[in-house]
């Protein structure tokens, strides 16, 4: 059987142009239409529509199984790639918000495959959801690559349109990866603030409603009147007790009453969703209507609390009845996300914050060109010569120019960098005053450093803009994917852009010559 297939893209009609567009309609469809040409023309369409045949080919029994229904799959992988990267690019939109706009804006349509000449096939919110994991990390972080080399890549077609070279995307003048600039940050993710009380008072609320799913399934077992909603309303009352504590004469003993009554409620809660869990393991075929999926979900969910819950317990009884100090690698952060660490970074407004230290790297343009989540803590200069590494696997070149704040200024790493890599141009910020300002009479390494100024501003957008503040992805791995999609959607923007700078240039050129 061969390794490849023919498949052609199948009709696509013209989005329909509004009478008179506003410029802001404009700009977008112009973005959306360069983005669709980079996409053809650096060949990603064609190399994740290979990667999910692969996959198909090794999952496939023989050659008649491979080729059922293939022409239905190739249309599903070109429009799941090109609604994975619509929604990274639109601030991760959520999946309700694609359902709708998909099944409405022919634009979008047009760009994401989704058919709508006789009839409109657009995709429900489950499918858009699923459409981001139907390609592996390694898929999209290859395509990352094979972006960068091709943004790079030397003109080499003569357009007799345009009377110049093109290189593989349509640039005429190649993108330079050669300089980067390198900061780190902290991705925070979507948990309350990790205090004791609210963490308790949280494994609570989880495992009251999931035993409330349970019981509208089918299962019931003995509970007070009212059920889970009676407890609801107990817990809350408790919480707004505790958090309207603070402000009484008597406070700390206060707290720690409403403590003790909070951890045998929690005993309580603990109580009845193992016997709810036990009757859901024996009695599912029986009483309900729940697949073994289903309820393997809603079991894995009391087992993920129920595991956890003394040592939060514990926890809450250390700080706040025993006033003891807990160590930082032995607290539960979050029950939630297992992976979050710690990180002091002495920020205006966040001295302490909580998540996964990110770090990236981005060339002159503002391209990322090396990004990485973390999950452990360390130093950026501990984390440096591996992102000079992987940032030249990533641009498949040898860097020229390294530039960065006084976090990445280490005497060891330095001397290591000068022996790796003897050609690099070495502009890090340095600690020592007496460096500095022997460097500070160097112009090229000021200019460096202000540019580097715009670095910080493009973390911001990525974090803010791109990510709305936080990460909504539950787990490290599932953020690594989203951030995968956020990294190859943002420069996919940043090259469109540049490349209609660079046509809006030589028009004009065209108007003055002629």
């Not at 091709?150 to 640039?171: C, R, T, V």
């Not at 349970?214 to 007070?224: D, E, V």
């Not at 390294?402 to 005497?411: N, Q, W």
Request: proline share 4%.
């Amino acid at each position: 059987m061969p390794t490849t297939y023919s498949h052609p893209i199948r009709f696509r009609p013209a989005p329909i142009q509004p009478f008179k567009p506003s410029k802001h309609y404009r700009e977008y469809r112009k973005e959306l239409e360069t983005i669709d040409d980079i996409l053809s023309c650096s060949g990603l369409d064609e190399f994740m529509l290979q990667q999910a045949l692969n996959r198909r080919k090794e999952q496939s029994e023989d050659e008649k199984t491979y080729l059922w229904g293939i022409d239905g799959f190739i249309n599903h992988v070109r429009s799941a790639f090109r609604i994975s990267i619509l929604r990274a690019s639109c601030q991760l939109r959520s999946v309700r918000a694609m359902e709708i706009s998909l099944g409405s804006n022919t634009l979008e349509q047009w760009f994401c495959f989704i058919p709508n000449f006789d009839q409109i096939k657009s995709p429900s919110k489950s499918s858009i959801d699923r459409d981001k994991r139907f390609f592996t990390g390694d898929d999209i972080q290859a395509a990352f690559r094979m972006l960068l080399q091709k943004a790079s890549s030397s003109p080499e077609n003569y357009d007799p349109l345009l009377e110049s070279a093109m290189n593989a995307i349509g640039f005429e003048m190649p993108v330079d990866l050669l300089e980067v600039w390198y900061d780190g940050t902290c991705m925070a993710t979507n948990i309350h603030f990790p205090t004791d009380w609210v963490q308790l008072g949280d494994c609570c609320k989880s495992l009251l409603k999931t035993i409330g799913t349970i019981r509208a399934h089918g299962i019931i077992n003995r509970m007070p009147a009212g059920a889970t909603a009676a407890l609801l309303s107990e817990l809350n009352q408790l919480l707004i007790a505790f958090g309207n504590a603070r402000r009484r004469k008597d406070s700390k003993k206060l707290r720690k009453k409403i403590l003790r009554d909070l951890k045998r409620f929690a005993g309580r809660c603990a109580h009845h969703a193992s016997r709810h869990r036990e009757l859901l393991v024996d009695c599912r075929e029986e009483k309900t209507d729940l697949s073994e999926a289903q309820a393997a979900l809603l079991i894995r969910n009391l087992d993920n609390i129920l595991t956890q819950l003394p040592i939060i317990k514990k926890q809450a009884h250390d700080r706040i009845i025993g006033g003891r100090k807990i160590k930082a690698d032995e607290k539960i952060l979050s029950v939630y996300e297992p992976d979050i660490k710690v990180i002091l970074r002495g920020k205006n407004g966040s001295e302490v914050e909580f998540g996964n230290q990110l770090m990236i790297g981005e060339n002159r343009d503002g391209l990322i060109t090396y990004y990485e989540l973390f999950d452990d803590v360390k130093n950026d200069w501990g984390r440096l010569i591996g992102a000079l590494e992987k940032t030249e696997q990533n641009i498949g070149q040898r860097l020229k120019l390294c530039v960065g704040d006084r976090g990445f200024s280490d005497a060891k790493t330095e001397s290591q960098m000068e022996e790796n890599h003897p050609d690099l141009t070495n502009h890090i910020f340095p600690k020592s005053t007496s460096l500095h300002n022997e460097k500070r009479k160097d112009p090229e390494f000021k200019a460096s450093q202000k540019r580097r100024a715009q670095t910080e501003a493009r973390i911001a957008i990525l974090t803010n803009n791109y990510q709305q503040g936080r990460s909504l992805s539950k787990g490290i791995e599932s953020q690594r994917m989203e951030l995968d999609w956020v990294m190859l959607a943002h420069n996919l923007r940043v090259l469109a852009r540049k490349r209609i700078t660079e046509e809006q240039v030589r028009s004009r050129e065209r108007e003055k010559a002629a």
